[in-house]
């Protein structure tokens, strides 16, 4: 609609779409035209809109991420996650509710809604993966979720093993869970390179295998002989995978056992997330587990369930509120 009205793109941005639509607004004034664009467009946004005076927050109807709002004295912040507040040391205020607008400018807060809430789907990636383990989500700690995420993997795939290892860094809380319930010592059997950064989101397979080459090396001294469990958060494209395992097992171990603290995913995300098509994700592509531990080189391959998923996420919640699981379970929360 917009190109056909002369907008002229300059980027492959979803966000792009919002300037032009507040540009093209037949309102006069930010305070006026920012609402009315957010009538407009649906799916996933957490939006902060800056002009020299002004500043919008927003949250989309769904609640499909989080968008906290903090304070220095009289002063606001906006942030996707609580962690980000405390290193300004601003103090936590509220959480912005779905469909909520706030205005913030000279003359204080304007708040509003650009939609009813509906049923609110927060990402239940945000708690295996996305967001930062001293972040707090709804009440709820993240670091303490992933340890409960990783306790309820060990009651459900339990092995004999000698040393639990995570895959850093978004897997180490997990992997203290695993310890803590099987009993099996924690040790930090593979070193993280601190200058690298995500690899699966890297655009091309090549530079996919070089991030990982690069980020990740296994200590021999604590992983040589030794039955390992190996507990990441996901598996995605499935190759990083299969790095990890090979450099686990070319440290000496006799065995590596992987498990993971979320269920398969076989659905892409449509909510502001670079994955794969569903045809390329590992876990549509092999038939059971067992097919896929064989294709990473490791000796079992265990997921955790949906259900345990919902258990260790899914406490306060109530007929007005769920989380997406989308990516697991091909239930979408809007259209697509």
């Not at 993280?192 to 296994?218: C, H, M, W």
């Amino acid at each position: 609609m917009l190109q056909q009205q002369g907008s002229i793109f300059q980027t492959t941005t979803d966000t792009e779409i919002i300037a032009h639509l507040i540009a093209r607004s037949s309102k006069k004034h930010f305070a006026e035209s920012a609402p009315d664009m957010l009538k407009r467009i649906d799916g996933s946004f957490a939006l902060i809109i800056m002009t020299e005076k002004q500043m919008l927050i927003a949250l989309d109807r769904h609640g499909l991420r989080p968008l906290s709002l903090g304070k220095i004295g009289e002063s606001i912040i906006a942030s996707s996650e609580t962690c980000a507040l405390n290193t300004v040391d601003a103090k936590f205020w509220r959480e912005v509710e779905p469909g909520e607008w706030l205005l913030i400018d000279e003359h204080g807060i304007q708040t509003g809604r650009f939609a009813e809430k509906g049923k609110v789907s927060l990402c239940s990636f945000e708690f295996v993966y996305f967001s930062r383990p001293d972040s707090v989500i709804q009440g709820r700690s993240v670091l303490t979720i992933r340890k409960e995420l990783g306790q309820i993997l060990s009651k459900e795939h339990p092995t004999q093993a000698d040393v639990v290892v995570a895959v850093p860094e978004s897997s180490v809380p997990a992997a203290i869970g695993f310890s803590q319930q099987s009993g099996i010592p924690y040790e930090m059997g593979i070193i993280k390179n601190p200058y690298t950064g995500r690899s699966f989101i890297e655009p091309t397979q090549e530079l996919r295998d070089l991030a990982v080459r690069l980020k990740l090396s296994a200590v021999q001294e604590l992983l040589k002989g030794k039955r390992v469990v190996l507990v990441d958060d996901s598996i995605v494209r499935g190759t990083t995978s299969k790095r990890i395992v090979q450099l686990i097992r070319q440290a000496g171990a006799k065995e590596v056992h992987v498990r993971i603290s979320s269920p398969m995913v076989r659905n892409p995300c449509f909510y502001g997330v670079d994955m794969p098509t569903k045809e390329e994700l590992f876990a549509n592509k092999h038939d059971h587990e067992r097919a896929m531990g064989q294709v990473i080189g490791a000796d079992s391959l265990a997921f955790l369930s949906t259900e345990g998923l919902l258990e260790a996420i899914d406490v306060d919640i109530d007929e007005t509120s769920s989380r997406c699981i989308a990516c697991f379970s091909g239930a979408y929360p809007t259209n697509i």
